[in-house]
Nanobody, 118 residues
Framework: QVQLVESGGGLVQAGDSLRLSCTAS????MGWFRQAPGKEREFVAA???????SYHSDSVRGRFRISRDSKNTVFLQMNMLKREDTAVYYC????????????????WGQGTQVTVSS
């Protein structure tokens, strides 16, 4: 089981930026998902094991960027935040090359709250 620890959430205003971090106990394919109150958990971004390929949902493409360092930390840089980005953000680990569905992922972090006010 991969252990995941997230950090970086908070309360910001619309148009601000935040960077989320997720440190894993081992290096795997990684993804970020988010869940707003009353809604299903949705895919945000994913990055492959070596970091050569990354993917972003239509709703965040051009504003968010997933990246990873040479060790076991994955980042989600979030720019031009909107109220609709308000959610609990989760990082997740997959033994696949990459995944876009919650069922593609094997282990999950505890989540970090991102709240965007107008």
């Amino acid at each position: 089981q991969v252990q995941l620890v997230e950090s970086g959430g908070g309360l910001v205003q619309a148009g601000d930026s935040l960077r989320l971090s997720c440190t894993a106990s081992e290096r795997t394919g990684m993804g970020w998902f988010r869940q707003a109150p009353g809604k299903e958990r949705e895919f945000v971004a994913a990055i492959t094991y070596k970091g050569a390929n990354s993917y972003h949902s239509d709703s965040v493409r051009g504003r968010f960027r997933i990246s990873r360092d040479s060790k076991n930390t994955v980042f989600l840089q979030m720019n031009m935040l909107k109220r609709e980005d308000t959610a609990v953000y989760y990082c997740a680990s997959t033994r696949r090359s990459v995944g876009f569905r919650t069922s593609d992922y094997d282990d999950w972090g505890q989540g970090t709250q991102v709240t965007v006010s107008s």
